[in-house]
């Protein structure tokens, strides 16, 4: 074989690769879309959870969100006021970190407290049971099922079913708000972790009709709101709201309440 029919098409390949090269360089450079360094020095300071706390998808669309100025720089609960700060210094601003918040499950319908309608045997998965009849087998239409949706959501470990009922555990808790978004009964809501007064009730109830479900139930008789000396609490759908800007934690609502709905976790 001819030495020439081996180099010309050598020659010809390296010649194509080299001219491909460098329009390939060309246009990366010609039309390459411009990354503010800010971003991913942000995403640095940032825990890599990923939870969506923040209301973004994920640690990368909340950098890009805060660089470009859509989003506080506060927002990341699991990172809490040390990612406050970094971020505050990447960007040469000063950051007020948030005020820490943990879910909390407003329900005291354990197994010894809660009537149930019937016994359930499907999936264990509270957005499964919602769908049964009844919505779930709980007697009171507003309690937690136990059936550990949220247990499932939680990527920190921080929820467990104990008798019946999801329970929080506040200090590993970092307020991330998946659980609060699977929740299909909303009974579990975010709260500051600074206070420790909670209303562990969420039915709509009232009276007679909370007591023939669940024996540990808010009857909406007002007594806690008529005796806040702060007036930080008021009643929605016959439950009782709290204003934790106003509540100085004085606990006369939690000694008040008959049926010991209001808690006081410390």
């Known amino acids: ?55 973004y998808a994920g640690c990368d669309s909340y950098a890009q969100a805060v660089v470009d100025g859509a989003a506080p720089a506060n927002l990341c609960t699991p990172g809490g006021a040390a990612a406050a700060e970094k971020i505050g210094s990447v960007l040469g601003i000063s950051v007020d970190a948030a005020d820490p918040m943990v879910a909390f499950v407003k329900c005291k319908g354990t197994c010894s407290n809660a009537k149930e309608k019937y016994k359930y045997y499907g999936v264990l998965d509270c957005r499964q049971a919602v769908v049964a009849p009844g919505g779930g087998s709980k007697a009171c239409d507003f309690g937690c099922l136990g059936l550990g949706s949220c247990v499932t959501a939680c990527k920190f470990d921080s929820i ?36 420790s007064v ?17 024996s540990a139930g808010c009857i909406g008789c007002t007594i806690c709101a008529k005796n806040c000396p702060e007036n930080a609490i008021t009643m929605v759908d016959n439950l009782p709201v709290i204003d934790f800007s106003k509540c100085t934690q004085c606990k006369v609502c939690v000694s008040k309440c008959p049926t010991k709905a209001i808690t006081d976790l410390f």
């Not at 008798?163 to 200090?171: K, P, T």
């Not at 590993?172 to 709260?191: D, F, M, R, S, Y």
């Open 160 to 195: 467990q079913i104990k008798d019946g009922i999801a329970v929080v555990n506040q200090n590993t808790c970092t307020g991330c708000n998946a659980c609060v978004q699977i929740c299909p009964k909303n009974v579990i809501e975010l709260v500051p972790a600074s206070k």
């Open 1 to 55: 074989m001819a030495v020439n029919e081996i180099l010309f098409p050598v020659i010809s390949l390296g010649g194509l690769g080299l001219t491909f090269g460098a329009l390939l360089g060309y246009a990366s450079k010609k039309f390459a879309v411009q990354v503010d360094e800010r971003v991913s020095k942000v995403r640095e300071c940032l825990p890599g959870a990923n939870c969506g706390g923040c209301g």
């Open 198 to 214: 909670r209303i562990a009730c969420n039915s709509k109830e009232k009276g007679k009709t909370v007591k023939d479900s669940c």
